[in-house]
């Protein structure tokens, strides 16, 4: 390097997150040409529209169908992967989210609850095989549900609103559903049965505990993204990340460096007490944060809505300067973002958000 840039150090690292309908060369391109470094990939198709991917549907009746039982991600599947995304230039960071079909009934804590668990493990496995650091994963029964998409962005960009009066927040999941998503079609008039706090919690501590000793093994770390709208309860379900007090109840459930967090700031900004900058201070410290969610937001449950990256109610060069001061060497990637006037929204929204962030990277010297 040359000039002004010889001495400094680039820790933070510039990522994208790639939807599965998204993994193509041309978008590898498009993530290197937008200065990102690293990509954190989803391997389930639930966003719908293609190469233009759009949020700003309505998701409330489903994000789509998964017939993925047992054929879960090969060593040789993911291998392949990683090595496309390095011809590109770029570093596979991490896997987002797990396939409904892999793990429906350690969700719903059904019949196939313990030999999903040995499938999962496999996965984790070939994902530390493949050399892939971070598993991002979400633990939820009812999902990302409830937003209504509306063109309340700045210049009537479409985004996602959410507006807990819009919603009957006790509409019931189907049978053949979790995670918002279809796993199994054959109809049924049945629903999913009320779900507790004190239950949600027992699933969850079963999941951790058995798949934390795996993933330590195989050097990877299982990164948890709260609750989307994070409500207390919803679809008759209780939610468990929620508020900041019970997203870091996680850590005590396995002590493990592989136990961690993705950080979606975003969603932490919209909790009833989300401090987002103590919690990034406090987690970066002890090295808890798997990769970061870097979205901005305005207003908190029950009404809140996303927004460009430059004019929510987070500070987010002030977030920077914490994940600066703290020598954070992890990934941020943008989250979702508002879509833009012209043919390609989703790309276009994704290029302003690692625009803002690449010139703030440069100007913090980061
Ligand atoms: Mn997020």
Not at 47 to 72: A, C, F, Q, V
Not at 106 to 129: A, S, Y
Not at 200 to 220: D, H, M, N, S, T
Not at 300 to 314: A, L
Request: aromatic share 10%; net charge negative; proline share 5%.
């Amino acid at each position: 390097m040359k000039g002004i840039f010889k001495h400094q150090i680039f820790l933070m690292k510039l990522g994208l997150g790639l939807y599965k309908s998204l993994l193509t060369e041309r978008n590898f391109k498009f993530a290197r040409q937008a200065g990102a470094t690293h990509l954190v990939v989803q391997l389930v198709d639930y966003i719908k529209g293609g190469d233009n991917p759009s949020l700003m549907r309505n998701y409330n009746d489903g994000w789509g169908i998964t017939e993925n039982e047992g054929k879960l991600w090969s060593y040789d599947y993911l291998s392949s992967l990683k090595k496309q995304i390095e011809s590109h230039g770029l570093t596979l960071e991490a896997i987002e989210n797990f396939d409904p079909s892999h793990w429906y009934d350690i969700l719903l804590d059904g019949p196939k609850k313990e030999r999903q668990m040995e499938d999962l493990k496999t996965i984790i496995r070939n994902v530390g095989k493949a050399g892939i650091p971070i598993m991002g994963y979400y633990f939820s029964l009812a999902g990302v549900w409830g937003w209504s998409p509306s063109e309340s962005g700045r210049g009537g960009a479409k985004s996602v609103e959410f507006v807990l009066d819009n919603i009957d927040p006790d509409t019931p999941i189907p049978e053949g559903m979790v995670w918002n998503m279809v796993y199994n079609t054959d109809k049924s008039a049945n629903t999913v049965s009320e779900v507790s706090r004190e239950e949600i919690w027992q699933r969850y501590a079963y999941f951790l505990k058995e798949i934390i000793p795996v993933a330590e093994e195989c050097g990877v770390m299982m990164a948890a993204h709260p609750d989307d709208p994070p409500v207390p309860r919803l679809r008759g379900t209780a939610r468990l990340f929620y508020l900041t007090s019970e997203y870091e109840k996680l850590l005590g459930v396995v002590d493990s460096p592989s136990n961690g967090f993705e950080l979606c700031m975003g969603t932490v900004q919209e909790m009833a007490d989300g401090d987002i900058y103590t919690l990034l201070d406090k987690y970066l410290r002890l090295n808890k944060i798997g990769y970061i969610h870097f979205r901005n937001v305005k207003g908190k449950v029950p009404h809140y809505r996303e927004v460009f990256v430059d004019e929510g109610d987070i500070d987010m060069i002030k977030a920077l300067g914490i994940l600066k001061k703290n020598s954070y060497n992890g990934v941020l990637i943008p989250d979702h973002t508002p879509e833009m006037s012209c043919d390609a929204a989703w790309h276009a929204g994704m290029a302003y958000a690692l625009g803002y962030m690449k010139g703030a990277m440069q100007a913090l010297q980061i």
